[in-house]
């Protein structure tokens, strides 16, 4: 039966591309989705999948209900598949037919990609539906770019109501076409921001010793910050500090009065995450009420870290090794970006997959979030042969 399938998704694939062309000339912003939901839904109606739509503000719960359970009278598992659909705040620079046609606006992560490979799954497991013992639920998401992110609202919405797991996947450009990247435990990050006002006092350049400098004090802190990582974290728990933005002032001979910090924590460990806040509050505090001035800092959580159950990584692991080889399956290192997959991941069992993508015969190389990606469109086989075979392991496809 899976052969079955396979073949049906390679048949399948020419559609699948023009699914994901059409997502990419087409792309719209977190939060802005319109279009893309409209054409999800549109499509899976046609298939006769019961669908769900504006779920937790803009997202998507498609459901197919395994038939084979009808027949024996007992009620399978739940299994969740996942995909996103927004795109990024970057002009498309790539030279190709299916270039985005909105300025300002492309698919620079592989988003479209995940979407039109989640519809091809679900065109073809609807089509086996007769062979399902359980049900699958298949979870188009909005807004994964930009925090608080649409997986949280989806999940409070009832997304995950009666799921026994879940998977999703993500191509990498930086991983080769037929790899397939794997991790157990922490894959990515917890990503929080944070914003620091310091309030000094102005005055002329020529007289600093009748003013508060805000650069210097600012200078001081950025310092002093990058201490917390290096001598207060313990040096097995990976973290960064980084900070991106200091700006002060508009003039060469004038001392403003104010400054601002901006950066970005990332951490693995929750009790890692929260010492760091904590050293942070302390040593601002310190460092800027002890120069005279004074402080407001701002700490906003982000997506928290993913966390790969140990056991589906085995599964997922063992099944990738019979689709393009054990050679083919590699242990992804943790990354430092975040995703917020973590939230499905906080409420029940599941993993999170890297699907290779790259290739230079294709100028398939750039990074992600780069005016050039570009991924190569045969990762949405691999990612439509990895849902169905986890389906078939849950469900039974491969039994008949």
Same mark, same amino acid.
């Given at each position: 039966m899976l052969n079955q399938a396979s073949i049906k998704l390679e048949a399948l694939y020419p559609e699948m591309v023009a699914l994901r062309r059409d997502f990419h000339m087409y792309p719209e912003l977190s939060f802005q989705e319109v279009e893309t939901p409209n054409k999800i839904a549109a499509y899976l109606k046609k298939l006769g999948i019961e669908v769900r739509e504006g779920v937790g503000g803009r997202g998507i719960v498609a459901t197919i209900y395994g038939k084979k359970q009808e027949k024996t009278g007992k009620t399978g598992k739940t299994v969740a598949l996942r995909a996103d659909f927004d795109a990024l705040p970057i002009q498309d620079e790539k030279q190709v037919d299916y270039k985005s046609r909105i300025p300002g606006v492309m698919h620079a992560c592989g988003h479209d990609i995940h979407t039109a490979a989640l519809l091809g799954t679900a065109k073809i497991l609807k089509e086996f539906e007769h062979e399902l013992s359980g049900t699958v639920v298949l979870l188009f998401q909005h807004a994964e770019e930009l925090h608080p992110g649409g997986a949280i609202?989806?999940?409070? &919405?009832?997304?995950? &109501?009666? =799921?026994d797991v879940i998977y999703g996947t993500h191509v990498f450009s930086g991983l080769p076409l037929g790899m397939i990247g794997v991790q157990e435990g922490y894959m990515m990050a917890a990503s929080d921001e944070f914003q620091i006002e310091i309030q000094g006092k102005g005055g002329h350049g020529a007289s600093p010793h009748e003013s508060i400098d805000p650069v210097v004090i600012g200078s001081q802190l950025i310092l002093n910050l990058q201490q917390? =990582?290096? /001598?207060r974290v313990d040096p097995l728990q990976p973290a960064v500090l980084t900070i991106g933005s200091f700006q002060s002032g508009s003039t060469y001979n004038v001392i403003p009065d104010t400054a601002q910090i901006l950066g970005t924590v990332r951490t693995f460990s929750e009790e890692t995450r929260t010492d760091i806040e904590q050293a942070m509050q302390q040593m601002i505090q310190h460092t800027v009420e002890g120069a005279g001035a004074t402080v407001q800092f701002t700490y906003r959580r982000g997506y +928290?870290?993913?966390?790969? &159950? +140990?056991?589906?990584?085995k599964r997922v692991e063992t099944i990738?090794?019979?689709?393009?080889?054990?050679? /083919?399956?590699? /242990?992804? +290192?943790p990354q430092m970006g975040g995703e917020d997959f973590a939230y499905y991941l906080q409420r029940i069992p599941g993993n999170f997959v890297g699907i290779g993508g790259g290739n230079s015969e294709i100028n398939a190389t750039y990074p992600h979030h780069h005016p050039m990606f570009d991924v190569d469109e045969r990762s949405m086989l691999q990612i439509g042969k990895l849902f169905v075979s986890l389906v078939a392991e849950h469900l039974c496809l491969s039994e008949s």
């Open positions: 609202s989806m999940v409070e &919405d009832g997304c995950l &109501d009666g =799921v917390i =990582v290096s /001598r +928290p870290s993913v966390w790969n &159950d +140990p056991a589906e990584t990738a090794n019979q689709l393009v080889g054990n050679e /083919r399956v590699v /242990r992804v +290192p």
